[in-house]
């Protein structure tokens, strides 16, 4: 049985990992502490034979005993929201925590794929983006915490492909959606949608104009799983190039939810990116991959998991204490 290492597994995109991995037959080691991770994320696999979950900080150093195949490094903050209130342990996790994650891989002689992000492209200048666009980054604006930690986990990566011919893969995760999600995340889906369940009206940052592609959970996992038995180690994008405007989706989720909320504007933030929408020409030829659930589908499924939350996580005004994870 091949043992695959999962690093951030009581995430969103984690916890889907976990289930897919176990899935295919594989032991599967999650590893997270849990700064915006959640238990209930992986409280389903307790009792799984093949299922072991380590609570660690990645930034710190990492023993595995006996064998493993694969690591996954999934293990950071991904929202706005967060990383804006814990920036240095943002910075931390893409840059000491990756290189811990490679040395354990070197060490194992494992192969390790990395989450990056679009992110690492900035507010793009060319669109749709290619893999071979470099970005247009604010290295110093407050977003920079998370973007250059993604671009800095990328240069680390391929160092240590090229210099210890480590087996590396890099995936460039574009807005992912589903299931699982923190409602109070800061993110346009679940924002909308919770603002929708409690007869909010729906905040849209700007004019509106803004475009961003949703990708939903089952589509993102299956290109990771590709790319990973691939044998390619440059960056590749994984996203669905299917473009909307932010006040389109908000009128969307108006017509989904069957609620008549208005539409509220606020100023848009700092270096919020005014498109967004990936290229994945070499995902078709590379993995033979392309998104197969339709937008209409996968909010749906994601609605109706929002809709279970219960009264009091749907009305928390702070999902996450950060107080524990931060050293003064």
């Known amino acids: 049985m091949k043992k695959v290492l999962i690093t951030g597994a009581a995430g969103f995109l984690g916890s889907h990992l976990s289930?897919?991995?176990?899935?295919?037959?594989?032991?599967v080691i999650g590893m997270d502490n849990y700064i915006t991770g959640d238990k209930k994320n992986i409280s389903h696999l307790a009792n799984n034979?093949?299922?072991?979950?380590?609570?660690?900080?990645?930034?710190?150093?990492?023993?595995?005993?006996?064998?493993?195949?694969?690591i996954l490094?999934?293990?950071?903050?991904?929202?706005p929201i967060d990383y804006l209130k814990i920036p240095i342990q943002t910075l931390k996790v893409g840059s000491l925590g990756t290189h811990n994650l490679l040395g354990l891989a070197k060490a194992k002689k494992a192969r390790l794929l990395i989450a990056s992000t679009s992110e690492v492209y900035g507010d793009p200048l060319v669109h749709p983006q290619t893999e071979g666009y470099y970005?247009?980054?604010?290295?110093?604006?407050?977003?920079?915490?998370?973007?250059?930690?993604?671009?800095?986990?990328?240069?680390?990566t391929m160092a240590y492909h090229r210099f210890h011919g480590v087996e590396t893969r890099i995936v460039r995760i574009f807005n992912t959606?589903?299931?699982?999600?923190?409602?109070?995340?800061?993110?346009?889906?679940?924002?909308?949608?919770?603002?929708?369940?409690?007869?909010?009206d729906l905040t849209?940052?700007?004019?509106?104009?803004?475009?961003?592609?949703?990708?939903?959970?089952?589509d993102q996992v299956e290109g990771i799983f590709r790319l990973l038995f691939s044998d390619y180690s440059?960056?590749?994008?994984?996203?669905?190039?299917?473009?909307?405007?932010?006040?389109d989706f908000a009128e969307e989720i108006i017509k989904l939810t069957q609620t008549d909320q208005k539409i509220i504007y606020k100023e848009l933030p700092i270096d919020d990116p005014l498109q967004r929408q990936p290229d994945i020409s070499l995902a078709k030829k590379l993995l033979g991959?392309?998104?197969?659930?339709?937008?209409?589908?996968?909010?749906?499924?994601?609605?109706?998991?929002?809709k279970s939350l219960s009264e009091e996580d749907l009305y928390k005004s702070e999902h996450k204490d950060f107080s524990k994870h931060i050293k003064k």
């Open 204 to 218: 849209v940052f700007g004019d509106g104009m803004q475009t961003r592609s949703f990708c939903y959970v089952d």
């Open 135 to 156: 970005g247009n980054v604010n290295t110093i604006g407050p977003r920079g915490v998370y973007d250059e930690a993604k671009r800095f986990q990328e240069s680390i």
């Open 289 to 306: 991959w392309e998104p197969k659930v339709e937008r209409e589908e996968g909010m749906q499924k994601t609605f109706s998991y929002f």
């Open 49 to 70: 034979p093949n299922f072991e979950f380590i609570e660690h900080d990645v930034t710190e150093f990492i023993k595995i005993e006996g064998n493993l195949d694969y």
């Open 234 to 247: 440059s960056p590749v994008n994984i996203g669905n190039p299917n473009e909307i405007t932010i006040k």
């Open 73 to 79: 490094h999934f293990a950071s903050p991904a929202s």
């Open 19 to 27: 289930d897919r991995f176990l899935k295919e037959g594989f032991q």
């Open 177 to 200: 959606y589903g299931p699982r999600m923190r409602l109070n995340d800061g993110r346009v889906i679940p924002a909308f949608m919770g603002q929708a369940l409690r007869g909010e």
